[in-house]
T-cell receptor
Framework: EAQVTQNPRYLITVTGKKLTVTCSQNMNHEYMSWYRQDPGLGLRQIYY???????DKGDVPEGYKVSRKEKRNFPLILESPSPNQTSLYFC??????????????FGEGSRLTVL | GQQLNQSPQSMFIQEGEDVSMNCTSS?????WLWYKQDPGEGPVLLIA?????ELTSNGRLTAQFGITRKDSFLNISASIPSDVGIYFC???????????FGTGTRLTVIP
């Protein structure tokens, strides 16, 4: 079954404790992206990757890192989480190469709480 | 970042009624997409539009890519309870890799 898988789905952590949210897709998609969803703000892009070893900042990259060592995986790293990073995070992937990526397939989301 | 104004923010409608929502941007877009998010899940693509003026249907859903390339609308006809959810518009500005999302329209259908 074609899917985007995120882990963990739920996480409560404390300020400053490094964490990684993994994302994996099984559709051989070139484009992958991370979004955060906050009430009243919709979905805001954190980072995206056009292909392996190619990543770029989205609208709200501060406090986050990503890597794309393999095509299927695109982990989101919070080196020193802070309470303002409490949010619902979505990973997404897309088949279409180049511009624009267009149609995205989303994971089920990871709800992160930073105390 | 890119501003996408989506309206209305929320709607409460009776089952069987038609629904209309729209999205406007401050710049020209190459692509408009409409997604639906059910509670506890990620957004799912409903309709994708790639040309100005394009009108596309998916069952009871119809969406249009505005002629000015700065707006799009989504209509849902004869709403049913499973239409409940949050609807997001999204689009690609020219010369940008990013897909920008609107703030969403929360739809409630009263049986």
């Amino acid at each position: 079954e074609a899917q985007v898988t995120q882990n963990p789905r739920y996480l409560i952590t404390v300020t400053g404790k490094k964490l990684t949210v993994t994302c994996s897709q099984n559709m051989n998609h070139e484009y992958m992206s991370w979004y955060r969803q906050d009430p009243g703000l919709g979905l805001r892009q954190i980072y995206y990757s056009m292909n392996v070893e190619v990543t770029d900042k989205g609208d709200v990259p501060e406090g986050y890192k990503v890597s794309r060592k393999e095509k299927r995986n695109f982990p989101l790293i919070l080196e020193s989480p802070s309470p303002n990073q409490t949010s619902l995070y979505f990973c997404a992937s897309s088949l279409r190469p180049g511009l624009p990526p267009g149609e995205l397939f989303f994971g089920e989301g990871s709800r992160l709480t930073v105390l | 970042g890119q501003q996408l104004n989506q309206s209305p923010q929320s709607m409460f409608i009776q089952e069987g009624e038609d629904v209309s929502m729209n999205c406007t941007s401050s710049s020209i877009f190459n692509t408009w997409l409409w997604y639906k998010q059910d509670p506890g899940e990620g957004p799912v693509l409903l309709i994708a539009l790639y040309k100005a003026g394009e009108l596309t249907s998916n069952g009871r859903l119809t969406a249009q890519f505005g002629i000015t390339r700065k707006d799009s609308f989504l209509n849902i006809s004869a709403s049913i309870p499973s239409d409940v959810g949050i609807y997001f518009c999204a689009g690609h500005p020219t010369n940008r890799n990013n897909l920008f999302f609107g703030t969403g329209t929360r739809l409630t259908v009263i049986p």
